[in-house]
Structure formats: structure tokens, C-alpha cells
T-cell receptor, first 113, second 116 residues
Framework: DAGITQSPRYKITETGRQVTLMCHQTWSHSYMFWYRQDLGHGLRLIYY???????DKGEVPDGYVVSRSKTENFPLTLESATRSQTSVYFC????????????FGNGTRLTVT | AQKVTQAQTEISVVEKEDVTLDCVYETRDTTYYLFWYKQPPSGELVFLIR??????QNEISGRYSWNFQKSTSSFNFTITASQVVDSAVYFC?????????????FGTGTLLAVQP
């Protein structure tokens, strides 16, 4: 089915470990985004990508790495996880054009112990 | 810099009451887009509406209506005759037109609780 899929849905990891959150969309949307959602902060943009091999920082990029070798995939890597990165992570995609709404995945709940 | 402010952290109403969720934004772009999203208790984010900066017409969709006023940089959302199913977190968001502002920035959200 067409859509945007995040995996895993839940992840528990330890401080200092590397973890990668996956995001896959089947719409061939140009734009993809990663947000984190924390109580009191709403949704904050981590990184976004306008096309394959084009990425840019958002509001809170420190501690995260992204890549986009294929249009449909936009993985987010925490190189050395910290407790402050415990959050719910949402991936989103949109068509080219600033008036295009974002379509969100169901989120990944990450806990760093 | 772009910014979206939703000053109301939580609102509680009784079913059938009308409720307005406030959204104030800041941007230097002359062309920009405003959005509202709903996040029900199940957690998914649902797109509700978009509005571009050149279209100040208010919009009504069933019990939902949106009031866009450029003069006050506001894009408020009103639910008429609220229902329990309207209980959710509502986010207002802004997307600019320029290269550096072409990203969707969200407010901190308003938690709406509709009591039966």
C-alpha cells in the first residue's frame, strides 16, 4: 500500500549506542523530514531533504545524522545516543511545492536508558 | 527567523461548547503557507487545512472554521459545537517560500479536552 512507513515503532537502547530509525515512502515525494516530539516543545525539525543527496539542518540537528541516497528512504541515525534523545520521532514527506501538506508516519518511540 | 506561537497550552470545554484555538506566526517571507494538524490520542498527525498568504478568505468545513488575518499575523481555528471526538492536540504550522525557510515549523500545540 502507498504511504509512509517508519520502523521500528518502539526502540529501547542504551546511552552511547548507535541507533538508526528508518523511514520509507512510496509516493515518490521530493521532500522528506524528521521531527521529534517532546512535551512542552511540540514538534521540532531535526533534518529535512529536498531530494536525493540533498539534506539540510533543521532546528535541533545536533547528535543526528541523515542520508538520502534514494528518494524513497530517509534514515535518521543517532551516532551515540543520549538520554536527552528519548523522544517520539516522526518522519514526513511532501510533494514539491511549499503549499504541499506533509504526510506523517506513525512515529517511532525511542527510549535511551 | 520563522516562529509559530500557540499560547494556549491546554483548553478544557464541555461538549457542544464552541472553542477557538489561537495561532500567531512570525515570518519575513511575503509568500508563506499556514497549516493546522490534529493529533488524536492514538498519536498520528492528521492534516486539516492549509492557507497561503495571499488568500485571506475564511474557510468553513462542517463544524471547523479558520480565520486568517495577516494584519495580526494570526490563523485561528474554531470548532463549533465541540464533540468528545475533537479531543486532541492541535498544531499550527508555518512554511516559508525561500530556500532557508522552506521547511514546516510547528507551534508547541494546544491540548483540547472535550468533556461529555
Amino acid at each position: 500500500d502507498a504511504g509512509i512507513t517508519q520502523s521500528p515503532r518502539y526502540k529501547i537502547t542504551e546511552t552511547g549506542r548507535q541507533v538508526t530509525l528508518m523511514c520509507h515512502q512510496t509516493w515518490s515525494h521530493s521532500y522528506m523530514f524528521w521531527y521529534r516530539q517532546d512535551l512542552g516543545h511540540g514538534l521540532r525539525l531535526i533534518y529535512y531533504s529536498a531530494a536525493a543527496d540533498i539534506t539540510d539542518k533543521g532546528e535541533v540537528p545536533d547528535g543526528y545524522v541523515v542520508s538520502r541516497s534514494k528518494t524513497e528512504n530517509f534514515p535518521l541515525t543517532l551516532e551515540s545516543a543520549t538520554r536527552s534523545q528519548t523522544s517520539v520521532y516522526f518522519c514526513a514527506s511532501s510533494e514539491w511545492g511549499q503549499n504541499s501538506p506533509l504526510h506523517f508516519g506513525n512515529g517511532t518511540r525511542l527510549t535511551v536508558t | 527567523a520563522q516562529k509559530v506561537t500557540q499560547a494556549q497550552t491546554e483548553i478544557s470545554v464541555v461538549e457542544k461548547e464552541d472553542v477557538t484555538l489561537d495561532c500567531v506566526y512570525e515570518t519575513r517571507d511575503t509568500t508563506y503557507y499556514l497549516f493546522w494538524y490534529k493529533q488524536p490520542p492514538s498519536g498520528e498527525l492528521v492534516f486539516l487545512i492549509r492557507r497561503n498568504s495571499f488568500d485571506e478568505q475564511n474557510e468553513i468545513s462542517g463544524r471547523y472554521s479558520w480565520n486568517f488575518q495577516k494584519s495580526t499575523s494570526s490563523f485561528n481555528f474554531t470548532i463549533t459545537a465541540s464533540q468528545v471526538v475533537d479531543s486532541a492536540v492541535y498544531f499550527c504550522a508555518l512554511r516559508g517560500y525561500g530556500g532557508a525557510t522552506n521547511k514546516l515549523i510547528f507551534g508547541t500545540g494546544t491540548l483540547l479536552a472535550v468533556q461529555p
